[in-house]
């Protein structure tokens, strides 16, 4: 069972009880010393016929859902929720499910790689001392995932120690769901910097300004949660839910009424329901509210006055209204007006710190919060990107990000990565970015890998998510901690970390819980603690840790009733919408591929949703391939007639039109992020929703599949289509 010592030495070592049962089940700590063997040589403590189960954390998104995975005989064959973990309390999103085909995919890096030619992991560890060592601490970069996690934690402490450039966090869901701006706007209005937190389960009356929570936005499963909760009738009143954008997304069309607002005028309405509803409370009008004329709100947002006097009804007389503000409508060049207008809303329903209300997140365990919890903004990228290219870094180490696929093309991050002398990927798949880097040092897939993730949101508690290997690694891969700690050790200096390896590592850093009074555990050792902190699949507190926004002087502020300025002189306003299927990185899963999305029943491929009466104005028909032009570029993709978008608005869903990325995903539909430029709004969040396009007929034709019956829904084959 191992290298060093026998399996009763192993079990003398770790002592009985709770941590003894914890290593026989791959739990504890000291289990990294065990050789897990193959499949065909099946390790002592697996049986044929039984499963072995093991708590561990999603890395699909970074929101951080626990997972419980089953396991039979060496192999991972399914994963559910965590039922204890208080993020997803059980549940999971499609791609949590699907992160199997992740671990079983064929195309994953299996070796550490030069161009096309595989190296051992000594040489490797050599290029990453020598690229520490050969260059000044300035010149060396680290571009890593939106996850606040613990490889993290370790570059930048490795950053404090050596001076090095502090590593920065990027995703494209961050970019999508306007994290920063949110965040920005919660600061600006309530004096203190942290993400919001919208208690959907507890509210009654819901209006979401672009907010698709139920699908890809900030915490998808926990809001979920929420929105079960806002729908029970068994306990409370049935609650009521309006959603406001141009496209009818997943979220919307399970809305009780969706709102097709023109793009750039959600500040207007906001303000406009703030106002309606202020008059009917009564009292004096807020400032916050003062500047907006409804029916000038309602002309430009093409939103009768009598449909916004309504719905301001019920938000006055609601006993749990909550107003949320969601990245279709931050995304654009207004986008922190929109937040602060709808943010506002919240204060004039009195609900911070209540049920149903607004929050702030819980800070997340061993990170005060001044560290900050969102990763860059796209401005900031073109910050970074700039770096790239005027020389300043010579080495660029990316882990968890794919940034040549991932941000605007014209943005340039792929031409700029020819001004890093050296770059060095972790990647555990052969993604753009990969493909472009001088080298590709794999990482462990999620279920093969040790470590722990921040929730950032979407708990009432502190929570810290654990990870642990479910399976012993397939290929040649290595854990990137490991790496850069065998580097450090070769570099020598300040580089010389003073960890044996990741386990280490890991438990320093959760070693300072075992003070906690208020803990989900607790342990008179480090080694106990360890086992339960990964039977368990992590450690939060069991008291609820969020806060309530300061409300004093909401109401008092002057807010902007602006319209957003578009990008480009084309006819039509252009919503790039992140795939409810895909994301962002779920392009590669066959299992995700073939998953219908939930408005059109498309897969396997891109498509453009125009309304009918606009295809029809333009002579195209489903299934016509037009080319969509925008003054950043251009993109050919089938049309998909929606009726639940407005006439002067057309859409293309985010996560396909790779280039790489193995081959269930390279060459497969289209990137919308094609189309969009370095425009950003105040907080420096991307402008991707503020963009007009232009459609051009093209002769062709590419029948899209889609699971929907063509003679149902459109009459086709029926003597009429409708």
């Known amino acids: ?136 601490p300035g010149e060396i970069a680290f571009l890593m995932g939106l996850a606040p996690d613990h490889l993290f934690d370790f570059v930048s402490d490795l950053a404090s120690a050596t001076g090095i450039n502090a590593p920065v966090r990027f995703n494209a869901l961050d970019m999508f769901d306007a994290q920063a701006t949110l965040s920005k706007a919660a600061e600006n209005l309530f004096g203190q910097s942290g993400m919001p937190l919208f208690d959907v389960a507890g509210a009654q009356f819901v209006l979401s300004f672009g907010a698709n929570f139920l699908e890809t936005w900030l915490s998808p499963v926990s809001y979920t949660r929420g929105f079960a909760g806002l729908r029970e009738a068994k306990t409370k009143m049935r609650g009521k839910f309006i959603q406001f954008e141009a496209r009818m997304s997943a979220t919307a069309a399970k809305a009780d009424e969706w709102m097709p607002a023109k793009p750039g005028t959600e500040a207007l309405v906001a303000l406009a329901i703030g106002k309606l509803a202020a008059e009917i409370k009564g009292g004096s009008m807020p400032r916050a509210f003062s500047d907006v004329e409804p029916k000038d709100a309602a002309e430009k ?255 008092s502020k002057s807010l902007k009733a602006t319209e957003a300025e578009f990008a480009g002189e084309g006819e039509f306003f252009f919503v790039p919408f992140v795939s409810p299927t895909l994301a962002e990185a779920g392009a590669n899963k066959p299992w995700l591929q073939e998953l219908p999305d939930p408005t059109t029943t498309v897969m396997w491929n891109s498509w453009v949703a125009i309304n009918p009466e606009t295809a029809h104005e333009l002579g195209v028909d489903n299934n016509d391939v037009v080319k969509v032009i925008s003054e950043f570029g251009e993109v050919e993709v089938s049309v998909y007639k929606y009726p639940a978008i407005r006439p002067d608005t057309i859409a293309i869903p985010y996560g396909q039109g790779h280039t790489a990325y193995g081959r269930y995903a390279a060459n497969r539909g289209v990137n919308p992020a094609d189309l969009l430029g370095a425009n950003f709004n105040e907080a420096g969040d991307l402008a991707f929703a503020g963009v007009k396009v232009k459609v051009e007929k093209t002769g062709k034709k590419s029948v899209i599949s889609r699971l929907e019956s063509m003679m149902g829904v459109y009459g086709v084959g029926m003597g009429e289509e409708h």
Not at 3 to 10: H, I, V
Not at 105 to 114: G, I, L, Q
């Open 1 to 136: 069972m191992s290298n060093k010592f026998s399996r009763r030495d192993f079990l003398k070592l770790t002592g009985v009880g709770a941590a003894t049962t914890a290593v026989l089940t791959g739990c504890g700590p000291a289990s990294r010393y065990t050789k897990r063997e193959p499949y065909m040589q099946m390790p002592e403590y697996t049986y044929n016929g039984h499963s072995t189960y093991y708590a561990t954390t999603c890395r699909e998104c970074a929101a951080g859902c626990g997972l419980i995975v089953r396991t039979s005989q060496g192999r991972a064959i399914k994963t559910e929720g965590n039922a204890n973990n208080p993020l997803n309390l059980g549940k999971t999103c499609a791609r949590g499910q699907a992160t199997l085909h992740g671990l079983y995919n064929p195309d994953r890096v299996t070796d550490p790689m030069k161009g096309g030619s595989a190296m051992t992991w000594d040489e490797a560890t050599q290029v990453v001392a020598d690229a520490l060592k050969n260059n000044k």
């Open 301 to 555: 947002s093409g939103i009768k006055l009598e449909t916004l006097e309504h719905i301001a009804e019920m938000f006055a007389h609601s006993g749990g209204a909550l107003a949320i503000p969601g990245g279709a409508a931050l995304g654009q060049s207004n986008g922190l007006a929109v937040a602060e207008a709808v943010l506002a809303l919240n204060a004039l329903a009195d609900n911070f710190g209540k049920a149903g209300g607004v929050y702030f997140s819980a800070v997340a365990p061993t990170q005060s919060a001044a560290m900050g919890q969102r990763g860059a903004s796209a401005q900031q990228m073109q910050e970074f990107i700039q770096n790239m290219k005027d020389g300043k870094y010579k080495v660029l180490f990316i882990h968890g990000a794919n940034p040549v696929f991932e941000l605007p093309a014209a943005m340039g991050f792929k031409e700029a990565m020819k001004g890093v002398e050296q770059v060095i990927s972790f990647s555990t798949f052969p993604d753009e970015t990969a493909a472009e880097a001088t080298y590709v040092f794999p990482d462990h897939h999620g279920l093969e890998s040790w470590g722990y993730q921040r929730v950032f949101t979407g708990a009432a508690q502190s929570v810290l998510s654990g990870l642990q290997p479910v399976v012993s690694p397939f290929y040649n891969t290595r854990a990137t901690v490991d790496v850069l700690l065998a580097a450090g050790q070769i570099a020598g200096g300040k580089f010389a970390m003073s960890f044996m390896d990741e386990v280490e590592f890991l438990r320093g850093k959760i070693a300072p819980l075992m003070s906690e009074s208020d803990g989900l555990f607790s342990a008179p050792d480090l080694n106990t603690f360890m086992a339960y902190f990964q039977q368990h699949g992590g450690w939060w507190k069991t008291t609820d840790g969020r806060t309530a926004p300061a409300t004093a002087d909401v109401l």
